[in-house]
């Protein structure tokens, strides 16, 4: 059975939503970020990414990670395309072109949009007041953001999804990391397209199942 390595409340999420869709079973373990402890090397700590029988699994100390009949992989893009190619369409590639172009929107997702989404999730927080130096740089990431955002925006407005006209992996990948500039309206108020797309991938029972799991993990 695939076993998944991360807290839900973490990149695994899109791996989970992944499972959920395929219908693959997986067994969850609950390694937390040493960020979120006051003391992750304490001795009644939980299992953490700075505890030594994590760090043997991912010398990097990052989570997720999945062991595989037999394979033991990091990075949670690389994890999703994998898996979906493993088990194939509709989730998965049908072709080599399909395959290619899964990944260049998986790419465009972890370098071109993940970076600043991460920057608005960290210090925009509605109803609180944020300092003159964080202000400045909500704005600038919301502002590099608008770029790659139009692009995906008039993409999805001419094809309703990323690859193959059907919701893939490719969607996965992308509305999990979109999902984390979703809070900030001033900047998702311009994209239409993007809106109307994320409202249907994440109405979907696999994202919901992920979701509820999600919410039952300690914040």
Known sequence: MLVIHGVTRSRASRIIWLCNEIGLPFR??????????????APDAPLNTRSPAF???SPSGAIPVIEDDGLLMSESYA???YLARKHGAPFGPMDAVEDALMMQWSFYAATTVEPDALTLLF????????????????????????RPFKVIDDHLARHGHL?????????????????YAQGYGPLMEEFPAIRQWLADAQGRP??????QARLAEPE
């Open 28 to 41: 969850q373990v609950p390694v937390i970020q040493a960020y979120r402890l006051a003391d992750p090397d």
């Open 55 to 57: 760090l043997k699994l």
């Open 79 to 81: 994890i999703n395309h």
């Open 123 to 146: 210090l925009h927080s509605r109803g609180q007041a944020q300092s003159g130096e964080d202000q400045a740089l909500i704005a600038n990431a919301a502002e590099r953001l608008i």
């Open 163 to 179: 690859v193959g006209g059907r919701f893939t992996v490719a969607d996965i990948n992308m509305a999990e990391t979109i999902r």
């Open 206 to 211: 696999a994202f919901q199942k992920m979701w």
